[in-house]
């Protein structure tokens, strides 16, 4: 269940009204299906919310009956085990969806969502996104699309995990985070993450993440002072073999 904290800025969205998406036009060509764009104007009910940096979105074991869509900022998914142990299993960006496990049957969310940085979320209940899904055969084709993506990126995860080293999951793990290959323009300073979390998600020590942030420093795939930036260069690492 989305925590919905009284302090927290809310803006109630969408009417009902059945509107047609309009398609953004450069240069005299439709671009590509865009899901904000879609989502402003396809009469889907839906609430903004907006979380601080670190504040809980939902938690582990509530009720899953809702989908978001990151307008702007960035959310840590994470499950914790029976002894207490957390790992992260993921990081959601700008223009991604997360919580759709309920659209599968899941009654309750399987981890805990957390803004990471000021975030802003369109909140979906799951039967008027099941309304809209059925009605908007476009909206439609991109959730599939998305969910699909999802899975191969969940299947590399898997496969970074069990054959590449703690240097080149890291090194994957930033170029995510920095977005590449999701956009042509890539956002080259990262969201403030830690290095505790940087473990956590490819599964080794923060002494480790230390070790090998510093060297990619002095090779200048990063630039780290208090933000993360991250260059191309940083690919060579994921390509060699």
């Known amino acids: 269940m989305v925590n919905m904290a009284a302090e927290r800025p809310r803006q109630d969205e969408g009417d009902g009204l059945n509107m047609k998406p309009k398609k953004l036009k450069k240069n005299g060509k439709v671009d590509s299906f865009d899901p904000q764009v879609f989502l402003d104007t396809a009469g889907v009910a839906r609430k903004v919310e907006e ?6 979105i939902y938690s582990q074991g ?4 809702s989908v978001m869509y990151i307008q702007k ?7 914790v085990n029976g002894s207490g142990r957390e790992a992260v299993v993921a990081m959601f960006g700008p223009s991604d969806f997360f919580g759709e496990g309920c659209m599968a049957g899941q009654s309750i969310r399987m981890g805990s969502a957390t803004a990471i940085t000021p975030t802003t979320l369109l909140v979906m209940e799951k039967n008027e996104l099941l309304r809209v899904l059925h009605m908007e055969h476009e909206l439609s084709d ?14 590399e995860d898997l496969i970074d995990q069990l054959f590449n080293s703690s ?14 290959g999701k956009q ?5 300073i990262l969201p403030k993450v830690s290095q505790e979390t940087l473990a956590s998600m490819i599964g080794t020590t923060r002494s480790r993440v230390n070790f090998f942030m510093n060297k990619f420093r002095k090779l200048g795939f990063i630039e780290y002072n208090g933000k993360i930036k991250v260059n191309k260069s940083l690919l060579t690492v994921v390509l060699h073999e």
């Open 184 to 188: 042509e323009m890539p956002e080259r």
């Open 167 to 180: 240097e080149k999951r890291l090194a994957r793990t930033l170029l995510l985070l920095a977005r590449y």
């Open 62 to 65: 509530e009720a899953a009956d």
């Open 51 to 56: 979380f601080r940096r670190g504040e809980s």
């Open 142 to 155: 991109h959730f599939i699309r998305y969910m699909l993506a999802h899975n191969i990126q969940v299947e």
């Open 73 to 79: 900022g960035g959310v840590k998914f994470s499950v």
